[in-house]
């Protein structure tokens, strides 16, 4: 078993931004840390909101001390100035994460339900009544948007070990297929010598 590591989930929005952390390891019950959302006003100016979702981030950093930042992945969706904010938003908790040295995931929104749900296609309730249960919380937080990012953090706490071991895997292939190709180039090389001096 590994260790348990602390994950801040961030569900990116300009108007709210959920907000949650969980501790725990794949295989073991987790611990929700704390769950909220950063706002903005819809009608302030907007680069005033981004530094208002960056102050709330900043603050969650602090408080909690994550050891890894799960963004959502913002895909297109048919409303373009909805995906712009959710981009926005994301960007400005990668920035945080990144000034500070925490690394960051990136989770698409149906890896995170099928994680949590089993189904790629659950919807918002299901995601929340999943998360209640994993963290055996009493109610499913609201609004959906923090109930969202605590799914983000489960969603990595369990995906990451399989993740790691892909890596692992991909870098022993690479490094396998190098040393036979340099294995290949030496002996050829010495064949090469070889008709050299018997020639």
């Not at 569900?11 to 019950?29: E, I, Q, S």
């Not at 993740?163 to 297929?177: D, T």
């Amino acid at each position: 078993m590994g260790a348990v590591v602390r994950v801040l989930g961030v569900d990116p929005g300009l108007t709210r931004c959920g907000v949650g952390v969980v501790d725990g390891v794949a295989g073991r019950p987790l611990t929700m840390r704390g769950v909220g959302v950063v706002r903005t006003p819809a009608d302030a100016e907007l680069g005033l909101r981004l530094v208002a979702i960056e102050q709330g981030i900043e603050q969650w950093l602090d408080e909690h001390d994550p050891e890894i930042l799960a963004v959502e992945r913002v895909f297109s969706q048919h409303n373009v100035r909805t995906v712009m904010g959710t981009a926005q938003a994301s960007a400005v908790a990668m920035l945080c994460a990144s000034r500070r040295g925490i690394p960051v995931a990136l989770h698409t929104p149906s890896e995170v339900k099928a994680a949590v749900t089993g189904s790629g296609r659950a919807d918002k309730a299901q995601v929340g009544a999943m998360v209640t249960r994993l963290l055996r919380l009493d109610a499913p937080p609201k609004p959906a948007d923090a109930a969202d990012a605590l799914a983000l953090a489960i969603c990595h706490i369990w995906r990451a070990p399989a993740q790691n071991r892909l890596q692992q895997a991909v870098v022993q292939n690479r490094f396998q297929q190098a040393a036979a190709q340099h294995a290949a180039r030496t002996l050829t090389a010495q064949q090469a010598a070889q008709k050299g001096r018997t020639a």
